[in-house]
T-cell receptor, first 117, second 116 residues
């Protein structure tokens, strides 16, 4: 069964500091994709970063980086130099590649990040 | 590209009425997803299509819910009859499926449904 676990319901970080949001996953697929999304209070879902299971390098997009540890099945999001606008709900997701998981995206329950001045 | 377009953005309806939510995916994308988001249950996948074919509808809560994708550029999610517990934000998302995995899914703005 495919499963995404985000164990931190809420996180707090001071502006300009770095923060790590945890995500672990469970899959028997050999090929899969990992995603992070941001949902601000306005409600839209914003794609942040993608990591393929065969990618050897950790993905980076500006201040976002994905700490991918395949053996531990973790895909933590690191936000560097936090800004007040980073306050939002963050979702980790995984895309399967075969059988019943083909094409499906699985989401975790999310982590609410609050950045304070 | 304009992104994934959903309509309406807000819908308030009376219990028992039919509700139709609409989605136009990003051109060139071949996978389309309908999600429902509530505080209690988080993001739930209702159904997803690949090349206009429903692949998995196990998340559709009841027979009151139905979804169609008549062509690559349009999908609908219908609730008939609607009930107050259907109140939620409904998201449509699309992505490009290759022979390995999905690329990132892009979400529409969502439809906030309130059934009174």
């Amino acid at each position: 069964a495919q499963k995404i676990t985000q164990t931190q319901p809420g996180m707090f970080v001071q502006e300009k500091e770095a923060v790590t949001l945890d995500c672990t996953y469970d899959t028997s697929d050999q090929s899969y994709g990992l995603f992070w999304y941001k949902q601000p209070s306005s409600g839209e879902m914003i794609f942040l970063i993608y990591q393929g299971s065969y990618d050897e390098q950790n993905a980076t997009e500006g201040r976002y980086s994905l700490n991918f540890q395949k053996a531990r099945k973790s895909a933590n999001l690191v936000i560097s130099a936090s800004q007040l606008g980073d306050s939002a709900m963050y979702f980790c997701a995984m895309g399967g590649s075969r059988g019943s998981t083909l094409g499906r995206l699985y989401f975790g329950r999310g982590t609410q990040l609050t950045v304070w001045p | 590209d304009a992104g994934v377009i959903q309509s309406p953005r807000h819908e308030v309806t009376e219990m028992g009425q039919e509700v139709t939510l609409r989605c136009k995916p990003i051109s060139g994308h071949n996978s389309l997803f309908w999600y429902r988001q509530t505080m209690m249950r988080g993001l739930e996948l209702l159904i997803y299509f690949n090349n206009n074919v429903p692949i998995d509808d196990s998340g559709m809560p009841e027979d009151r819910f139905s979804a169609k994708m008549p062509n690559a550029s349009f999908s609908t999610l219908k609730i008939q009859p609607s009930e107050p517990r259907d109140s939620a934000v409904y998201f449509c998302a699309s992505s490009l499926w290759t022979d390995r995995v999905n690329t990132e899914a892009f979400f529409g703005q969502g439809t906030r449904l309130t059934v009174v």
